[in-house]
């Protein structure tokens, strides 16, 4: 995850899981799944507090390399996720559905994954407005709400809003007008707020990837060999896209595309390029139509294929770890490798965390229920914890705490989180009888049937 800031159709039939929702054969969640994203909520709240509260001095040594080892996990797993949600939605749609509601839950994916990448843009207007201050200035007050009311109309075009939004075409061109003339204010006015709008994160990358594989569905739906490759193909193609990085292209846009090396000052222009990061979700759903697929078939047959699969990840975490003195040595020698590698690593990892959660998400599990609401409400908890991390409410304890007072203030973030997660679920809970609201998301869930 940064650290500055990480769906579709549930009309098609009841049986089909809704939106967002892994799910097994009878359309009720899959517990693991919800698991395995409160897993990655707590790693990222780790990395994101010891990011914006250790003192500087202390990023350092053995303390800060677990933090940043397991900190780091967080952001793989929810484009992971992400891919595995559209995969089991894939698995549970199965091959009998017709063109015409293919062609559905496909527009409401992409359609979804914009909702995302504005979302992404959303949030970063809103901690520029309130941890900079600007929202008192003319600069935030007129042009960020002019951005504002820009983000409103294209939120309103999208093809899922359409049946609330009225005219799609004049929320379009009202939205991407607003947008225009509120950049055409800024920029000149205060060009590093315009870079921190505009630069892509986590929020972006997996907004774009689920309307990359909504375009993509009918080479991957069902194939996981092809999505296996084209994953592999992705990372393999990093190095050489980045030698190309940024070029004429500006840092807003090469930052979805691959890493480079950013102008000397200048912050990185996207932490989460679609090279090698899609690599995530497009593995994802190749393991959410396996995990899929078996859930539908037999009782507890997901939790069983999760196990089967922690074994293959378990062996790739271990040929692709960088502690090993061959696969170091090979990334020496062979530079262009270390994508590839790495993604292998983190997927391999993810598959060896799914099926801890099997376990984490057993009822008689300690602590299980609050972590499967942490994985569910993980998009508002993402949002809101940021702000607590490295926004003004972490002025008190920004960059000024040593390991023990980090231990416990960490401690004291995710209960807190924890808390919200469980108000948060409770407020957008439907009535009994009542299916749950499909635009009520976790953060890297998408299912698609």
């Avoid at 780790?46 to 080892?69: C, E, N, Q």
């Avoid at 009225?166 to 003339?181: E, F, S, Y």
């Amino acid at each position: 995850m940064s650290t500055n800031a990480q769906a579709p159709s549930a009309a098609l039939a009841s049986a089909k899981p809704a939106a967002g929702a892994a799910s097994d054969s009878r359309g009720s969640r899959l517990p693991y799944i919800d698991a395995l994203r409160g897993v990655a909520v707590v790693l990222m709240i780790l990395l994101h507090a010891a990011d914006g509260w250790l003192k500087p001095g202390l990023k350092d040594g053995l303390g800060w390399m677990v933090i940043r080892t397991l900190g780091g996990q967080a952001a793989p797993l929810f484009l992971l996720l992400t891919g595995v949600g559209i995969g089991i939605g894939w698995a549970a749609g199965g091959p009998e559905l017709g063109v015409t509601e293919r062609d559905r839950a496909r527009r409401t994916l992409w359609s979804r994954g914009l909702e995302i990448v504005l979302a992404g843009y959303a949030l970063r207007l809103s901690m520029w407005w309130i941890d900079s201050g600007t929202i008192v200035r003319p600069v935030g007050f007129l042009g960020g709400g002019l951005l504002a009311i820009g983000y409103f109309g294209v939120w309103q075009a999208l093809p899922h809003r359409r049946a609330h939004s009225g005219q799609p075409a004049w929320w379009a061109l009202a939205g991407l007008g607003g947008c225009a003339l509120a950049l055409l204010y800024i920029a000149p006015r205060e060009p590093r707020g315009l870079y921190t709008l505009l630069r892509p994160d986590v929020l972006q990358t997996i907004g774009v990837a689920m309307v990359l594989i909504a375009l993509l569905e009918r080479a991957l739906r069902g194939k996981a060999g092809v999505a296996c490759a084209l994953a592999l193909l992705v990372t393999l193609v990093t190095h050489w896209l980045s030698s190309f990085m940024p070029g004429e292209l500006p840092a807003a846009i090469a930052g979805y595309v691959a890493p480079f090396q950013p102008a000397p000052g200048a912050a990185p222009a996207g932490r989460f390029p679609l090279f090698p990061w899609f690599a995530h979700a497009l593995a994802g759903t190749a393991l959410g139509h396996a995990i899929g697929s078996a859930a539908h078939r037999e009782h507890r047959g997901g939790e069983r294929r999760a196990m089967e699969l922690a074994l293959l990840g378990a062996l790739l975490a271990l040929l692709s770890c960088e502690s090993i003195p061959e696969t170091a040595s090979l990334l020496v020698r062979e530079p262009w490798l270390t994508p590839t590698v790495r993604v292998i690593y983190r997927i391999g990892l993810s598959m060896v965390l799914a099926a801890l959660c099997v376990a984490l998400a057993s009822p008689n599990m300690p602590g299980q229920r609050s972590l499967l609401k942490l994985g569910r409400a993980s998009l508002a908890v993402y949002c809101v914890h940021l702000e607590l991390a490295f926004g003004l409410a972490a002025e008190p304890v920004r960059k000024s705490l040593g390991y023990p007072a980090l231990l416990i203030g960490t401690g004291l973030l995710i209960a807190a989180m924890t808390g919200f997660a469980h108000l948060w679920l409770a407020r957008k809970a439907p009535p009994p009888g009542r299916p749950a609201n499909p635009r009520d998301r976790p953060l890297g869930a998408a299912a698609a049937p």
